[in-house]
Nanobody
């Protein structure tokens, strides 16, 4: 069974930094696009950043120049370095990945990690 496990969330003051990690585990053959989404209370889930297997990245405009997504293919792990955090970045952050397992390619989600930006 494939699982995505996130870590690194928490409480940080405005202007601070956090680094999120998401590791894929279980039996699978390959990972394709990996990314981070977030959902604030009362809001729809939105894409924050994604990275494909070649390292090509895509960001939502509101986090460009503040957040950096990266991945370690050997560890099947994706990271999100978040700098200059703002209160509006407060949300539950979810890891997402397209993974090839025994039943073919499927999309998987982590359970989410809370990020709170507040003084």
């Amino acid at each position: 069974q494939v699982q995505l496990v996130e870590s690194g969330g928490g409480l940080v003051q405005p202007g601070g930094s956090l680094r999120l990690s998401c590791a894929a585990s279980g039996r699978f053959f390959s990972t394709d696009i990996m990314g981070w989404y977030r959902q604030a209370p009362g809001e729809q889930r939105e894409l924050v950043a994604r990275i494909d297997s070649t390292g090509s990245t895509d960001y939502v405009d509101s986090v460009k120049d503040r957040f950096t997504i990266s991945r370690d293919n050997a560890k099947n792990t994706v990271y999100l370095q978040m700098n200059s955090l703002k209160p509006e970045d407060t949300a539950v952050y979810y890891c997402n990945a397209r993974i090839a397992a025994t039943r073919g390619w499927n999309e998987y989600w982590g359970r989410g990690t809370q990020v709170t930006v507040s003084s």
